[in-house]
């Protein structure tokens, strides 16, 4: 009997298959070193592109720093591209040149003194007061012509525009879009990959297989399998069982009972409740960034049962002279939240009314139908003023984070026991209020105590919120 060696085939085949293994993953390596070397001189020749423009403008004047002393004294009104309170200063240094043959000096007057140089008489500086309503413009004595030099060369400077997503798209823009693009094509790539080596895996070992059972029949050997003794199901062993049987029905009775109750003690409870507004509002930039106070925008939490619904004229305000939010909110919103901030500013014009362009009201208005988040039943009485004035509670206590929440939701559940038990936790802020004077010597010699809760003064009687 003559034994056959197959150890050629298989070293054939798994050398095959390492090698192919090897330049499948060395493809998509060696591409992304391609495109990292592209992109690198891209971004090098994009560089030295942008120095030389900035070298060919600007020859008078550091623009950077007439960009930071422009966002310090003149943002407020003016922008590059647009009119605000005043006219776009955009190369303004040659519209004036052209609009009235005037040069730097009278632009110098006219930022050091604006009121000076039209109580003279001159006849640009009257001409712009009344063509912008007559608006006085603050006056900047403290400038240095140097620093206005610096500002007018900034404002030589093109503006940037904000490109369309479709176009950074159809362009292949470097941003966070473009690299997710090419690393996808790369793990599509990988992928790919992995997949047909586990099917050359699968391949060799089936041939493996097939090659040790020729062995083992050349060799006389034969191959059987055991023959098992048929054994009962295990759901037929589990129904003949009587005690097993009772416990289970007993143990799906009580987690039925407790799920279901937790089910319905969840009934009309909104905790994590987080709608979308016809107007996306970020709290983490008003409250959180920019600091402003609640109470600024919520201003009936003060001497009202309820926090109000602030009006739009609050939201104007500020957005009338802020139309558009920095380059790096502007991107994080995008990439983070999914939010054009801008268009959000545009969505509130249009309720309000107003005309970016003429600056100035149309009176075509029309109502914004916000969603409401927190809302007690009606049996309920909850007081803002009382809690927050008297009481010394802050919004965060109820409200949670919200100068960490770019979107607004119920923080609180809200429940009756979680009032209940604010009650009994929390001490009444007595010192220096007024309001608790005769009360807290009452108290203090009832109970023998200094410091006490809402609950002992009756806080949790059923007529303080239900009557």
Known sequence: MQKLSHCPRISRVLGTGLLLSFLLFSFPIFAQ???ARDSTATTDSAKADSGSENAAVNTDGDPAAG???FNQNCAACHALDRKMTG??????????QDDAGLGRDWIYKWIKNSAGLISSGDEYANKIYNEFNQTAMTAFPTLSNGDIDNILAYTKAPPKKASDPGDDQAAGGGGGEGTSASSGISNEIILGALALVF?????M????N???????AANGIAVERDKSE??????????QNQFLVFVSVVLLLLGGAYFAYGWMMQIGVDQGYEPIQPIHYSHRIHAGENKIE???CHSSARVSKTSGIPSLNVCMNCHKSIYEVAEETLEKGKQEYGVDYNKEIKKLYAAVGWDEENQKYTGESQPVEWIRIHNLPDFAYFNHSQHHIVGGIQCQECHGPVEEMEIMYQYSPLTMGWCINCHRETNVKVEGNAYYEKIHEQLAKKYGVETFTVAQMGGIECGKCHY
Do not use: D, H, M, S
């Open 67 to 69: 960009k930071q002393i």
């Open 230 to 239: 048929k054994r009962l199901p295990i759901w037929k062993a589990f129904a």
């Open 205 to 208: 070992l089936f041939l493996v």
């Open 210 to 216: 097939k090659t040790l059972q020729r062995i083992a």
């Open 33 to 35: 070193e391609e495109a």
């Open 199 to 203: 099917g050359l895996l699968v391949v």
């Open 294 to 296: 609640c109470k600024y």
């Open 87 to 96: 006219p776009a200063l955009g190369n303004v240094e040659q519209k004036i």
